[in-house]
């Protein structure tokens, strides 16, 4: 599968879990978390959305060729990182209560900055 195609499906099939967290969240486990527990919940659900967007921005860049494609698929990596570890231990911090969840979240938030910065890198090389 081409790098584009990659990216573009993984962005929209976490958009669309992204979208059903959310409406999870503040349907089935309004009446069973916290509210500290369920805002850390949407937290990682807004996160994961965004960045599933970012996701599919980098399909497109990437479909376009010329130039940047290697900073754009190194953003397109941390972007993936960062879902599973920094929405991912939300989650699990939400959903179990376990604390130590809380302690993995900052790496996500590292790979998600990351991504960022080299998509800001890959548009400059454009």
Do not use: K, N
């Not at 992204?18 to 500290?36: K, Q, Y």
């Not at 527990?37 to 965004?50: D, K, M, N, S």
């Not at 570890?85 to 959903?95: N, P, T």
């Amino acid at each position: 599968m081409r790098s584009a195609a990659l990216f573009g499906t993984t962005g929209a099939f976490l958009g669309f879990l992204a979208v059903a967290a959310g409406a999870f969240g503040a349907h089935a486990l309004r009446d069973s978390l916290s509210t500290e527990r369920l805002q850390v919940f949407e937290t990682g659900a807004r996160y994961q959305l965004i960045h599933a967007l970012g996701l599919v921005a980098i399909a497109l860049f990437l479909e376009r060729g010329t130039g940047g494609a290697g900073a754009a698929m190194a953003a397109g990596w941390l972007f993936l990182a960062g879902q599973m570890i920094f929405a991912g231990s939300l989650y699990a911090l939400a959903l179990t209560g376990v604390r130590i969840w809380g302690a993995v979240t900052p790496l996500g938030g590292l790979c998600y900055l990351g991504g960022w910065l080299f998509l800001a890198i890959a548009f400059l090389r454009r």
